[in-house]
Nanobody
Framework: QSKLVESGGGSVQPGGSLRLSCTASGFTLEYHAVGWSRQAPGKEREALMCISKTGRITYYTDSVKGRFTISRDNTRDTVYLQMNSLRPEDTADYYC??????????????????WGQGTQVTVSS
């Protein structure tokens, strides 16, 4: 059974850092663009950024630019979300997703159809 699995979430103080990982089973992540999204309590899911098969990055929000970085390690078949300078408003469930294209959609919000189960990030003092 194919699935995406996020890991690396947890609790951190404001200003801290976390690195989330996204891995796949049942298929090879290396061949696909992968994006990260988040959903805060009581809010709609927000697309953050995406990395293409070739490493090109597409941003879907300015709220994390300069603080969050997406990358991929094809030797580990893993996509990462490095989150620095975390703020309480970054508290959310974070999801990786793909639509099995090799590029990131840039004509509007991404239309992912395959999601992981999410990992929780809490930023609080």
């Amino acid at each position: 059974q194919s699935k995406l699995v996020e890991s690396g979430g947890g609790s951190v103080q404001p200003g801290g850092s976390l690195r989330l990982s996204c891995t796949a089973s049942g298929f090879t992540l290396e061949y696909h663009a992968v994006g990260w999204s988040r959903q805060a309590p009581g809010k709609e899911r927000e697309a953050l950024m995406c990395i293409s098969k070739t490493g090109r990055i597409t941003y879907y929000t300015d709220s994390v630019k300069g603080r969050f970085t997406i990358s991929r390690d094809n030797t580990r078949d893993t996509v990462y979300l490095q989150m620095n300078s975390l703020r309480p408003e970054d508290t959310a469930d974070y999801y990786c997703a793909t639509d099995f294209l090799d590029y990131c959609e840039d004509d509007g919000p991404p239309r992912y159809d395959f999601w992981g189960q999410g990992t929780q990030v809490t930023v609080s003092s």
